[in-house]
C-alpha cells in the first residue's frame, strides 16, 4: 500500500513539473508537438527509472555516513556522483542504442543529450535522496519513485504538447505567444492538478 | 565597450530566463520569499561567474571527447562549494533551499553559457558573461518573490508591509503554479515592449 | 604543443588529474566547515526545545547558551531517567541529539528515548521529542510536560512541507497556545494523549484541541505523532505523576509555595489530579 501510495503521489501530487517545476526548459522548449513530446517523455522517464535506483544503491552503501566505514562520511559527493552518475548513464544508452537499434535511435536519440542536464531526472535523485528512510525504504521503492516520477513528466508534457497544437487555432495576444501563453498554461495546468492534492490510499 | 554589454544584454534584451528561456527549473520554487531568492540568485551568480571563468582557463587543453564531463565536474564542483558554504554560515535558509542549491549543477544557464560563450573566449570576458547571466537570473527570481511574498503573506523579507493595513494573505501566490503565471506575465510585459522578440 | 588532445593517454591522465585537484578541495572544504554544520543542526534542535519551554525569543547565541546551563539531557534507558554525561562529568547533549538526528530513528527508538529535563528554582520541566507524518512530508515536534508528567506545558511543532496557510498552521503560535495545561493522562489515570478535533473541541475537555480548519490530513497526523510518540514515555511518566501525587498527599505546604517562574505561570497549577497507578 505504502509504495502504491508512493507511485500515485510522485505521478499525481508530487507532480515533476507542476509542484516542483523541474524540468521545464526542455519541457517548454520541447511541447509544440505531441509527437516530440511523446519520445521526450519517454527518453526521459526511461532514464529516471535506471538512474534514481543506480543513485540509490550509491547513497545507501557509498556516499551515506558510515556506508563505508565507520566515521566516513561522503554525503557530500552527492552531487558530483549523481550527476556523474547521470551524464554516464545517458552516455551508455546512447552508445548501445545507436548499435543495436538504429530506428530506436532515431526517435529517441535526438532528446538523449537533452536529458543529462535535465532538472528533472537530477531532481528525482536528489529528492530520493531526501526520502530515503521516510517513503523510500528499499530499492524496489526507488524503482517505484523513478518510474511514477518519469511518468508524472511524461504526463504534463503530452498534455502541454496537446494543447499547445490546439491554441494555434486561438487568438493569442502577440507578446505573449510562444513561452508566455506556455507559462501562464502551465500554471492552470498546476492548479488543476492541486485537486489531486491529499489523495492517500 | 564590448565588455560592459557583456554585463548588461543579460539583464534586459537578452535574459536568459525570460528571452532564452533557460534555467526555470530551480527559478520557482524558492520564490515564495525573497531571502531564499536572494541567495539563490547569488549563488547561481557565483556558480556561472566562476564555471565561466574555470571553463575559459581551461578551454585550450580539454580534450573534446570529455569536453561535457569536465563541464559537469566543474559546475559540481562549485555548487557543493557553495552548498556547504551556506550549510556552515546561514543554515535557515539552506534549508529553505533544499534540493534546489544541488539543481543549479542542472540549470541550464550555467551549462548553457559555458558552452555557448566560455569555450570561446577569453577568461575575463567571460567572467563577466556569467556574472552578468546570474544577475539576469536573479533579477527575474527577485521579480517572481517580491510579488509572491508581498501579496502571499504580505510581508517583505519577512518584513510586515501590508499585513498591518488588515491585509489579508493570499494563499494562492504561494502555491507553485501561480509562479509560473507571474513568469508568464513578466514575458508578457516584456516582450510588449520589445517587439522583435514576438513570435509569429 | 604536439600533445595530442585526444589520444587516450591524454585523456586519461587529465582525467586523473582533475578527479585529484577536486576531490582534494571538496575533501578540504567539507571537513573544514564540517564542525559548524553540526553545530548548526544542534542548535536548532537546543532553540526548539527552549521555545517549548517558552524560553526561547532573544538571539540564538543566547538560546543555546540558556540551554547549555539549564537542561539536563537524558535517555530513558528501560524507563530509568539517565542523564548523559560527558568523560569530564558535564552535561552532554551529544547523545541524546544523535538519537534525534534523523526522523525516522526517533520513532524507532524503544529502549533508550530522547528527553530533557529542566530545572530550576523548584520548577521541573520535561521536554520530550516527537515526530510522525503530516499530509506531505514528516512533521514533528516538542512537547513540554510539567512534573506530573501529565500537563503539557507548551508545545512547538515543525514540518517540512505541509500546504501553506492551511496545514502549516501548526507551526504557529496560536495553534500551539490552544495545547497549554492539556492533559495526557485522564481522571482514572489511562493514557489518553491530546486528540486534534475536527469542527472544534468539547468545552472543558482537556485531551482534545481544535483541529486546523481545512488541514485534517495534517491534523490526524499531528494526533498520530502526540499519541505514538508519547505512548513509549507512558511508565516514565506514570512515575512522575506518582512521585507529584505522592507529594500533593504528603506536604500541602508544598502545593502553596508560590516558587513559580514568571514564565510558566500559565501553564502550572497546583490541582494535580493524582493518578491512579494501580488502576491499570
Known sequence: METLNLFIRSIFIDNMVFAFFFGMCSYIAVSKSVKTAIGLGAAVTFVMVMTVPLNYLLNQYVLSPDALGEGIDLSFLSFIIFIAVIAAFVQLVEMVVEKFSPTLYNQLGIFLPLIAVNCAIMGGSLFMQQKVGESIMNVGDSVVY?????????????????????????????ALKGPGIAFIITGLMGIAFMIFTGIQL | MKLNSNLTAPLGGNNPVIVQILGICSALAVTVKLEPAVVMGLSVIFVTAFSNLVMSLLRNGIPSRIRIIVQLVVIATLVILVDQVLRAFAYDVSKQLSVYVGLIITNCIVMGRVEAYALGHKPWESFLDGVGNGLGYAMILVIVAFFRELFGSGTLFGIDIIARFGYVGNSLMLFPPMALIIVGCIIWVHRSFNKDLQEK | MAINKNSNAYIIMYTVVMVVIVATLLTFAATSLKDRQNANAENEKKSAIMEALGMAGGSMEQTVKDFDEMIVPALIVDGVFTPQVDAAGKADAKPVLDKMADLKGLAAAENELPIFKYEKEGVI???????GKGLWD????????????????GVVFGHKGETPGLGAEIATEPHQNLYKEHKLFDDNGRFVSVKLVKGGAHEGNLHEVDAITGGTKTSDGVTLMLKNGLAK???????????????????????SEPVLDETFSDGETADVKPINVEEE
Open chain 3, 125 to 131: 520541566r520535561y521536554v520530550i521529542p516527537v515526530s
Open chain 1, 146 to 174: 523513478g518510474l511514477g516520477s518519469g511518468l508524472g513528466w511524461w504526463l504534463a508534457i503530452v498534455m502541454m504538447a496537446a494543447i499547445r497544437e490546439k491554441i494555434t487555432y486561438s487568438h493569442v495576444p502577440a
Open chain 3, 233 to 255: 514515555y507512558e511508565g516514565f511518566l506514570r512515575s512522575l505523576s506518582a512521585t507529584a501525587a505522592e507529594d500533593t498527599t504528603l506536604s500541602d505546604d508544598a502545593v
Open chain 3, 138 to 153: 514528516s512533521i514533528w515536534g516538542y512537547v513540554a510536560l510539567t512534573e506530573d508528567g501529565n500537563t503539557i506545558a
